[in-house]
């Protein structure tokens, strides 16, 4: 198989849960492809499985998870590892997370350590996969904070995460996550716990990292006005699956799936008319009890028939890039295929 240009390609990748209370099915079948140097936006709403499937990249799924799928990722040599096949501490695994795939975490407090410095957290890869010398580790460290916009990073080098405020933690976790020199970079929500002007800076930040470093971008978040500017590929994901896909401004100008449309509509107006009501889409994300069948929006969809709720739609084609599941748009194909057919 070819992957030219391509630095990862998720392929019908599915965690479920072993739970005692029966299983979790917290992603159902995702597909997806990120274009070396290229940047694509995973969004939907809480609990469709966002960061349980960008944790299965980095294989730091609990025990009890049951992965399955592909997860191909183009090594530096041109290789392809599937990294649903390596073994879950093994070596390989811990090489990709060093210094190939770096995380930037939904939430900064649970994922820096409260026990060690700023310094050490940032220090540690670099020290592990670079061979730095603990010196060098420190001097790039800082010069890291800098690049982030940290004031007086000589002297915050060696603060604990809690002398750091949310946005700096934030920068934090961008500097240890660049510290590794990644080629792929996914970051989890990264703003959601900022408040909007820090959430711009952030995300500028990252937009800028991006371009400097030419790093491949999975942005996760679930509003999509915060991708707008910032990705060239949207993927819309509900209940761990992708629903709709395609380059950012065919999605913005002509959105498919119902699913879409809602959260386009439920995008907070800056210039719209005063008063004018968000509206967002009825209804939750279901209980990740339930093994999917059918459609996964359709107990939302104020389109559903019946047979959304038997057999899943299969993905169409809009444009060469743009795709959809949705029966909505499957008929005119049905008619032709039985025209064909007859
Ligand atoms: N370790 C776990 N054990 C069991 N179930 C889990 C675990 N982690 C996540 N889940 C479940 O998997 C589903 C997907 O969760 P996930 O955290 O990926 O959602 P998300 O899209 O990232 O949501 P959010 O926008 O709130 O971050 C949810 O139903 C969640 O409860
Ligand atoms: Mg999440």
Do not use: W
Request: hydrophobic letters at 40%; one cysteine or more; proline letters at 5%.
């Amino acid at each position: 198989m070819s992957m030219d240009n391509i630095i990862l390609e998720v392929k019908d990748l599915a965690v479920k849960f072993k739970m005692n209370e029966g299983d979790v099915y917290a992603v159902n079948g995702v597909n997806y492809i990120l274009p070396e140097g290229k940047s694509i936006g995973i969004v939907g709403e809480s609990g469709c499985g966002k960061t349980v499937s960008s944790y299965a990249l980095n294989r730091l799924l609990p025990n009890y998870a049951n992965l399955s799928g592909q997860i191909l990722f183009k090594e530096r040599d041109g290789s392809i590892t599937d990294i649903v096949k390596l073994k879950p501490e093994g070596k390989e695994i811990r090489r990709i997370r060093g210094k190939d795939i770096s995380m930037i975490f939904q939430e900064p407090m649970t994922s820096l350590s409260p026990v060690h410095t700023i310094c050490n957290q940032i220090s540690e890869a670099m020290i592990l996969f670079q061979g730095m010398t603990k010196k060098q580790a420190r001097n790039r460290s800082i010069e890291l904070l800098k690049l982030v916009g940290i004031p007086h990073a000589e002297r915050r080098v060696d603060e604990y995460p809690f002398q750091f405020s949310g946005g700096m933690r934030q920068r934090a976790m961008i500097a240890m996550a660049l510290a590794r020199n990644p080629r792929v970079l996914i970051a989890d929500e990264p703003t959601t716990a900022l408040d909007v002007t820090l959430q711009a800076q952030v995300l500028g930040l990252i937009q800028d990292m991006q371009n400097e470093f030419n790093l491949s971008l999975i942005l996760i978040t679930h509003d999509l006005g915060v991708v707008a500017h910032m990705v060239d590929y949207i993927y819309i994901m509900y209940f761990g699956r992708i629903v709709e896909s395609g380059p950012v401004l065919e999605i913005f100008d002509n959105p498919y799936h119902p699913y879409t449309k809602g959260l386009l509509k439920s995008i907070p107006k800056l210039r719209g008319k005063r008063g004018e009501k968000v509206s967002s889409i009825p209804g939750t994300v279901p209980s990740a009890y339930y093994e999917p069948k059918g459609c996964v929006f359709a107990a939302r969809c104020s389109h559903a028939m019946d047979k959304c709720v038997e057999k899943s739609p299969e993905e169409i084609c809009i444009s060469a890039e743009h795709k959809v599941s949705c029966y909505l748009y499957s008929g005119e194909e049905e008619e032709k295929n039985a025209a064909d057919a007859g």
